[in-house]
């Protein structure tokens, strides 16, 4: 597999120069300072295709290539949209760019209650905990009728947590779920919106009726209407799992487990209509096998994102050690590498894009900025991990393994 990672752009604290350093060989990025909605044009596209391959890597994967709301919930500008995203599409394909990471989820991407839990040996990693997350749910959103969509243990925590619960806390909880999770992503809320829960409710009114059955005939339409454009120019497109992989704040999810995952790919049966398989997403949710799921649709998956969640006795989750948790990295190495042989006679997916996903906070990271779940240190220590995976099961199947920079025997 390719080893790639994500970057922010030319704004990100982490450099081009250190990224070489380490033996990452493509960049996964986006033009993040273009409207959501609006065309990628070759020119801005060029410009940092040129940066990246001036330090010797290139522009493995778009992500994202965000899908608008009114294209998930079927807005009166749905068809616009979309016309706009096709437009993109062939622009990128002509600078020579084929890979498309993007996501259904609605109003909501990832989502996590605490972004630095401290683990037992003094680093931190992303948390969720169902408890928190229903607070959020009831007492700051105050969605209606929220304590339906919970247990009645998850129920009681809630009563506990009012007791104890701060304002600085609510603050704090509000800033992990739907901001610094979201803005720096091209996300629908930024770390400078005065009123992020009150705009958080009116894009939750945007879906108001919205069944996980009409979710998904508003994917289905989606891919049908670029697909032509995909066959055209060869462009590959990659769902993202929701993360996490279950139904949230009354919001239909779709990419959860093997049903859904099975259902987009035959709803749309086209090579070009593919899986980002994120090992993270799919081994948060305890009804996942996510060894089976990568054999099963290894054929149809375009990027893959290494990383592994740990699923507490309470169904808490927080991300593991990339040689540990739910995933089992090592054998999911083995079965992506297996695939990418069958696939040397088209140079746009010859290479499997590869990103090790959401490190820890380690070693001052904390102290530098960084975007949360993707810090420097703790990252660059997982691609040493699954470097050091990946080169031995090379040499399991018999393939070279290169590491960039290093003299070649």
């Not at 020119?43 to 290139?58: A, C, H, Q, W």
């Not at 760019?97 to 931190?124: E, Q, S």
């Not at 490190?359 to 691609?383: H, K, P, Q």
Request: with cysteine; net charge negative.
């Amino acid at each position: 597999m390719e080893r790639t990672w994500r970057w922010f752009g030319k704004n990100d604290k982490i450099t081009l120069d250190m990224l070489r350093q380490i033996g990452v060989e493509g960049i996964v990025t986006a033009l993040h300072d273009v409207p959501n909605g609006e065309v990628w044009t070759r020119e801005k596209i060029k410009d940092l295709k040129d940066y990246i391959e001036s330090y010797g890597m290139r522009w493995s994967v778009v992500e994202s290539l965000p899908v608008c709301e009114s294209i998930k919930y079927a807005g009166p500008d749905r068809d616009q949209l979309i016309e706009n995203y096709k437009e993109s599409l062939k622009n990128l394909s002509l600078e020579g760019i084929h890979t498309i990471c993007y996501n259904f989820m609605p109003v909501l991407d990832w989502a996590r209650t605490d972004l630095d839990h401290k683990n037992p040996n003094g680093t931190t990693n992303l948390y969720f905990s169902h408890a928190e997350f229903a607070y959020f749910d009831i007492c700051i959103l105050k969605r209606k009728d929220a304590e339906k969509s919970w247990s009645e243990d998850i129920l009681k925590e809630v009563e506990r947590l009012k007791k104890t619960m701060t304002p600085e806390d609510d603050h704090k909880l509000v800033e992990n779920i739907i901001v610094k999770t979201q803005g720096f992503v091209s996300g629908n809320i930024k770390e400078d919106d005065e009123h992020p829960v009150e705009l958080f409710r009116q894009l939750l009114d945007l879906y108001k009726g919205i069944s996980k059955e009409q979710l998904r005939e508003n994917m289905k339409y989606f891919l049908e209407a670029i697909m032509p454009v995909c066959d055209e120019y060869d462009m590959y497109m990659c769902v993202h799992p929701d993360d996490p992989p279950f139904q949230i704040l009354g919001l239909p999810r779709i990419v959860t487990c093997d049903e859904d995952i099975q259902w987009f790919l035959k709803a749309v049966d086209n090579p070009h209509n593919g899986l980002t398989f994120c090992a993270g997403s799919l081994s948060a949710g305890a009804h996942n096998d996510v060894q089976e799921l990568a054999r099963k649709y290894a054929s149809r998956t375009w990027f893959v994102h290494m990383r592994s969640c740990h699923i507490f006795k309470d169904g808490n989750f927080t991300e593991a050690s990339h040689l540990g948790g739910r995933a089992d990295l090592i054998e999911l190495a083995r079965i992506f590498e297996k695939e990418e042989e069958g696939r040397a006679d088209n140079p746009n997916i010859a290479r499997l894009p590869m990103r090790v996903d959401h490190g820890m906070t380690m070693l001052g990271d904390a102290e530098r900025g960084y975007n949360a779940g993707y810090s420097f240190l703790g990252r660059m220590f997982a691609m040493g991990q699954v470097q050091g995976i990946i080169a031995t099961v090379d040499r399991e199947l018999g393939k070279p393994f290169h590491q960039p920079g290093f003299w070649e025997e």
